[in-house]
């Protein structure tokens, strides 16, 4: 059995929300524990700077807070390397070559691109950065040969841009780079309070840290099905992002007997809301048991930083060089 090398990365802009741990985190912790796969999970703290260049005072702090988010959410630093994008110099390096290659519409039609200028209207996202996040992303991936890359679905236009850098790459120089695959997870966009995708940047997000007080008010004001005007009229659960999260946080049981109730009219949406409420916090103990725990040994986060991004540097200085190599520079 051949190991594949999987690899992904999250910005460290804030709090972790739900999206981030249903569409990535959850799916990388499944695949550290298969051991067909050698697992890389970076902090993309460059990646930070392209929405984010104007306030960068978060974001020495954000970095150990996401990585002590991913040990609780179950990342095992045995099986899986974590590492910090800026101190493998390496990236900027491909990132640089990558983008003389690159040809300036495959940037401009990016899905993505276009969705974020229009939402994050509050920000001046017409930089060069911006425009060419994906080409650093495509660095990030190939130059650790990854085969898979678990990603949520807004990420997919920024794969396949990869996959198209990777192809072009290795047909101007020389066959370097594996053609990644995007891992999709199984679910891979989850909606927040707003009925908008859960972003950071969009304050529609509940945090994996949330509890309490904080956790209730914001199921409480969940959108739900908006023909659902009363507790007496009929609800449809399919089109409920409520029911939505209790798919994943409910036993099997009460999902069915929710669906059941809520079509009949039998149970209203703040007696729906409340039961979500109680079924999160109880998905959440063990994770939030976790983060107490890596607040209180800060210095083992940083020992697992520190070896990681040895681990991670290794590899990448060697497909650099090979790549200066190939292009002959
Ligand atoms: P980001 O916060 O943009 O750095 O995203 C980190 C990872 O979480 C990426 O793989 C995203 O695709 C995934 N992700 C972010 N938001 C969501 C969401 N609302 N639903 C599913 N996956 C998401």
Redesign the pocket.
Known sequence: MTTKRIL????P?GK??L??L????KNWVNLQNENNYECFYFV?DW?ALTSDYGDTGQILENITDMVIDWLSAGLDPQKSTLFVQSKIKEHAELFLLLSMITPLPWLERNPTYKEMKEELTNRDLSTFGFLGYPVLQAADIIIYKAHGV??????LPHVELTREIARRFNFLYREIFPIPEPLI?D??????IDGR????SYGNSIFISDTGDELSKKIMSMFTDPQRMRKTDPGRPEICNVFSFHQLYSEEESIKEIDVECRRAGIGCIECKKRLAARITEGLKSVHERQEYYRSHMQEVSDIIEDGNARAEKIAKATLGEVREAVKI
């Open positions: 992904s990365g999250m910005r802009t972790l929300h999206g981030n249903h569409g990535a985190l993309a990646h678990p990603v949520g679905v807004d990420q997870s679910v891979p966009k989850l909606l927040g995708k859960m972003s950071k």
